[in-house]
């Protein structure tokens, strides 16, 4: 069998959530777990994860599919129903909608349900993605106080810099003009919300990336915040190449050598869910040393060096990422953020996952 495969640490989710409830003793912890555990397997990040108090996830399929292996906790469909089925099987089934439009409104109003809906109304103060405007907000909750189809309101916005220099108060202040009015709970921070602002804690927070031991901030590595990575992405050396100053490695030759080299093909590619865009010199974990890719990564294969490490041989274990290569490492090299590369490995689908402790 080929070698690739992805390890879940289930101490390391816990440990993640340890930490958001040392930043955020007074709130209840909704874990986003949408695009398949950020690409750790939906069931598996929810038994490390069991300790939180609620899931966030995309599809009804997923809040039913956590339902159905035993997860009592609160689960909202994040962004609520795109057609009226889904809010009915919804409130049946006592899932929390997001509602961010007015027509998702009018398909609950019509629906006429027996079951009343717990809804997170989401309010748009500046990211321009979803959401009502701030005026539009304000009117349309005073009227939503009284509906008996509606069983509790929870007032939502997402930040759009709260991982940069702009910060969040220019979202934070409207967020915070509409809920004034309201008594209704309350739910604003994602990760780097988490760790750079006490202040938008509230009732609830809803961490992602950084329960999986990833960085919510360019630049700063997860272990700066106490995080550890949940995800180990190991394969094997299936191949060794001897070349000479001078040869090239891979398509289109574009890694040249400049000494005499020893170059070990490694089973991951692209069609796994490694970046094509990793340019040689993004690093590879073998045989207790740090390492670094060469040549272009191919669909299935990628080169590293390991003229330097003599114990590196066929079959030795290659880490892709994890403890020892930061996912952010390898996604800084290639001009992207680990929450891509992370949910990419379960998009191919082709990589076996096992849960591992410890
Ligand atoms: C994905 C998401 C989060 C989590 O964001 P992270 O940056 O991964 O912590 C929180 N809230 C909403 C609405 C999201 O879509």
């Known amino acids: 069998m080929r070698p690739l495969k992805a390890l879940i640490n289930q101490t390391a989710l816990r440990y993640n959530l340890a930490t958001v409830k040392q930043l955020a003793p007074k709130s209840k912890i909704m874990a986003v777990v949408k695009a398949n555990g950020y690409g750790h397997g939906l069931i598996n990040v929810a038994h490390g994860l069991s300790e939180s108090d609620g899931f966030a996830v995309l599809s009804l399929n997923e809040a039913i599919d956590l339902r159905e292996h035993g997860f009592e906790q609160d689960l909202l469909l994040l962004e609520g129903a795109f057609e009226a089925y889904e809010a009915s099987i919804a409130a049946k089934m006592h899932f ?13 109003e019509k629906l006429k349900l ?53 910060g969040i ?40 990336i950084m329960l999986y031991g990833a960085s919510p901030i360019e630049g700063q590595a997860s272990g700066l915040f106490n995080l550890k990575p949940a995800m180990q992405l190991k394969s094997k050396i299936i191949a060794i190449q001897n ?13 040249k050598a400049k000494n005499d080299m020893r170059i070990a093909i490694v089973a991951c590619g692209y069609a796994d869910g490694y970046p094509r865009h990793a340019p040689s010199g993004t690093p590879v974990y073998v045989e207790g040393k740090k390492t670094v890719t060469v040549g272009r990564v191919s669909m299935d294969m990628l080169y590293i060096d390991i003229t330097n490490i003599p114990k590196a041989a066929i079959a030795s274990e290659v880490e892709l990422w994890g403890e020892h290569v930061l996912v952010d490492e390898v996604a800084e090299k290639s001009g992207t953020v680990g929450y891509e590369l992370l949910c990419a490995i379960s998009a191919s689908k082709r990589i076996p996952i096992e849960i591992v402790y410890g």
């Open 96 to 108: 929390n909608l997001v509602v961010h439009s007015l027509y998702q409104l009018q398909i609950i």
């Open 169 to 208: 108060d220019w979202q934070f202040n409207t967020f915070n003009d509409v809920a004034k009015h309201f008594n209704f709970s309350r739910s604003v921070a994602n990760s780097a919300s988490i760790i750079n602002y006490k202040s938008t804690h509230l009732d609830w927070v809803r961490p992602g």
């Open 243 to 255: 070349i000479s100053k001078e040869d090239s490695v891979g398509y289109g030759e574009v890694f």
């Open 114 to 166: 027996d079951h009343p809906i717990d809804i997170h109304f989401k309010i748009n103060t500046g990211m321009n993605r979803l959401g009502f405007n701030p005026i539009e907000a304000k009117e349309i909750l005073k009227t939503l106080q009284s509906k008996s189809y509606i069983k509790s309101i929870t007032l939502m916005t997402h930040f759009a810099t709260a991982d940069e220099a702009k």
